[in-house]
């Protein structure tokens, strides 16, 4: 990796890992979904501290470039990041289905006493 790259890398992961820990503290995310954010942060300034270290594991792999072997991880790693969040939605869409049930059951309920 181009040293002169090295540094502009690093300032970003730490803005990226502060930008996720102030989401978390402004309470716009909780702590349990920021952890996907803080490890990619985490992984980005390894990455870009210790460059050279990586360089041979992307031969080992067979990636030509640094660069190549870090947009198939970061592909990889948004990929991994939708599913869960899919995952994540299609719960909170089982949960709301059930709520709208229970309500509509109380508001029966409820006219039945009244009328």
Do not use: C, H
């Not at 640094?66 to 948004?78: A, D, E, Q």
């Amino acid at each position: 990796m181009v040293d002169r790259l090295q540094l502009p890398m690093i300032i970003i992961s730490i803005l990226f890992i502060i930008l996720v820990v102030e989401i978390v503290r402004k309470d716009r995310i909780s702590v349990k979904y920021s952890l996907v954010w803080i490890f990619s942060g985490a992984v980005m300034l390894v990455v870009s501290l210790f460059p050279n270290r990586f360089l041979g594991v992307a031969r080992y792999f067979g990636f030509e470039v640094l660069s190549n072997m870090l947009f198939f991880v970061g592909i990889g790693l948004l990929m991994l990041i939708s599913i869960s969040l899919t995952v994540i939605v299609s719960g909170q869409k089982k949960k709301i289905q059930v709520l709208i049930q229970e309500v509509s059951l109380l508001k029966e309920k409820l006219e039945d006493k009244e009328g």
